[in-house]
Nanobody
Framework: QVQLMESGGGVVQAGGSLRLSCAAS????????MGWYRQAPGKQRELVAT???????NYADSVKGRFTISRDNAKNTVYLQMSSLKPEDTAVYYC?????????WGQGTQVTVSS
């Protein structure tokens, strides 16, 4: 089992910044992918950004140039630095962990961007 603990959500004005963190614990494999997905009201969950254990990253087009994903493998923690936030970034952000097993998800953290 893998447990994911998210932190860093909140309310911010448009143009502002937030940093999300997600710490993984439990039965962690060294080769894995961690990342963030988000789900806005009435919409499907969508990928925001992922990072492989060797630091290869992948971003949704909507966040490229504004969000940066990074990780600290020693701490099994992934970060999402969000800048130039827009009201359309408002959503519940979910941490995601995947290795050879089915994916694990965090409980989600709310990010609200006011205009």
């Amino acid at each position: 089992q893998v447990q994911l603990m998210e932190s860093g959500g909140g309310v911010v004005q448009a143009g502002g910044s937030l940093r999300l963190s997600c710490a993984a614990s439990g039965n962690i494999f060294s080769i894995n992918t961690m990342g963030w997905y988000r789900q806005a009201p009435g919409k499907q969950r969508e990928l925001v950004a992922t990072i492989f254990s060797q630091s290869t990253t992948n971003y949704a087009d909507s966040v490229k140039g504004r969000f940066t994903i990074s990780r600290d493998n020693a701490k099994n923690t992934v970060y999402l630095q969000m800048s130039s936030l827009k009201p359309e970034d408002t959503a519940v952000y979910y941490c995601h962990y995947r290795d050879w097993r089915p994916a694990y998800w965090g409980q989600g953290t709310q990010v609200t961007v006011s205009s």
